[in-house]
C-alpha cells in the first residue's frame, strides 16, 4: 500500500515539475509602481497584485516563474 502511494507523489511531482515554466534574466529596468520587470534580453513582465515580489533591484538576477500557458506571473524569485 505505501509503495502506491510513494508512486503516485513521485509522478504527481514530476508532473508539476514540467508545468513550471520559468525565465532566468537579470533586471534591466524595474518600475515598481506597474509592476512591471523589463530583463535585459528586452522581455517584459507584469506582476499580478497578488503575487508577492521581494525587493528588487536593476542589476539583480531573477527567475520568473510562468503558468503552464506562459501569460501569467506566478512568483519571481531571486537567483543567486
Keep these: 500500500e505505501m509503495k502506491k502511494i510513494i508512486i503516485a507523489a513521485s509522478a504527481l511531482a514530476m508532473m ?24 535585459e534580453n528586452g522581455k517584459s513582465f507584469t506582476v499580478p497584485r497578488d ?5 528588487l533591484q536593476v542589476g539583480e538576477k531573477v527567475s520568473i516563474q510562468l503558468n503552464d500557458e506562459r ?8 537567483s543567486l
Design 51 to 55: 503575487v508577492a515580489l521581494p525587493q
Design 16 to 39: 508539476s515539475g514540467a508545468a513550471l515554466a520559468s525565465t532566468d534574466g537579470v533586471i534591466a529596468k524595474y518600475n515598481a509602481d506597474v509592476r512591471v520587470i523589463t530583463l
Design 71 to 78: 501569460d501569467k506571473v506566478t512568483g519571481v524569485l531571486k
